[in-house]
């Protein structure tokens, strides 16, 4: 199995970076944000994130493509480093700290394009998630200072903790009334939102999660962290990986029945 160690540090050291970058615009009064085409929000610090982390990579991985929220693919090959600046852009302009800069590598294989690297970085939270395909998923401050993430051994969808990030979507794919059978039979919901359900998922704290609408570079490193904690993330459909335009993950016991619930048509 190839060795990412190289990858995992340079994904570690762009991250550092665009922490910097980001907690340094938190919360000013100053901060300039935009509203895109697809109506959502994007602040100067998005931008500025994606530029620092792109220029990093032009100059250390220079044969790699580059796929960014904000501008898009650049390059070709059989490795792409997919980047969202600020994952929780709506949080971050709010003032509110549930948000990250998410970075992936991918490879080409069998089955398309897959990640093989994750970091997931929220600096306001002071927490820090990543993982390496065949390596392990872990969280902590650094690469030499870290804990090991396994996800939960639930095994009774009556007894998971189910994590989502609104309601706003799933109506529209004529898949409410499934969501809210599985909020009734479930212990426990909660609206985290974002990256942080994917990254609960993988440190067992919950069990369960699931978003109806996502772009690749929402889903790439989250995928990586709970696959490699020993869960599953697939699209709604059941395919592996980031590439359904949905996601669900969960620690793996409960899969099943999570797209089951989430796949009923009435």
């Avoid at 994750?118 to 998923?137: C, H, I, Q, T």
């Avoid at 095994?155 to 794919?173: K, N």
């Avoid at 889903?219 to 990586?224: N, R, W």
Wanted: glycine share 10%.
């Amino acid at each position: 199995m190839p060795d990412y160690h190289d990858d995992l540090r340079l994904a570690h050291v762009l991250a550092d970076a665009a922490d910097a970058t980001t907690m340094e615009r938190f919360k000013a009064l100053d901060l300039k944000v935009e509203t895109k085409p697809d109506m959502t929000p994007v602040s100067e610090a998005d931008k500025a994130a994606e530029e620092l982390i792109r220029g990093q990579l032009q100059r250390a991985r220079p044969r790699d493509a580059i796929i960014g929220e904000e501008y898009g693919i650049e390059g070709t090959g059989p490795r792409r480093w997919v980047v969202d600046p600020i994952d929780g852009t709506k949080n971050y302009v709010r003032g509110v700290p549930v948000w990250a800069t998410l970075i992936s590598l991918m490879e080409a294989g069998e089955g398309g394009y897959q990640p093989v690297v994750g970091v997931v970085s929220a600096p306001a939270l002071g927490r820090r998630w990543w993982a390496a395909k065949g390596a392990g998923a872990y969280t902590g401050r650094s690469l030499t200072s870290a804990t090991r993430l396994h996800v939960s051994r639930v095994e009774r969808i009556q007894d998971a903790s189910f994590a989502y990030s609104s309601l706003t979507g799933w109506e529209a794919q004529g898949r409410l009334d499934g969501f809210m059978d599985l909020t009734r039979a479930v212990w426990r919901t909660r609206g985290y939102g974002d990256f942080w359900p994917y990254m609960m998922v993988a440190e067992g704290s919950v069990d369960i999660c699931a978003e109806p609408e996502l772009s690749l570079w929402d889903m790439a490193a989250p995928a990586i962290v709970v696959q490699e904690a020993g869960g599953s993330f697939t699209g709604l459909d059941g395919q592996d990986g980031p590439h359904s335009g949905n996601a669900a993950a969960s620690n793996g016991l409960l899969h099943r029945e999570l797209l089951g619930y989430l796949n009923q048509r009435y």
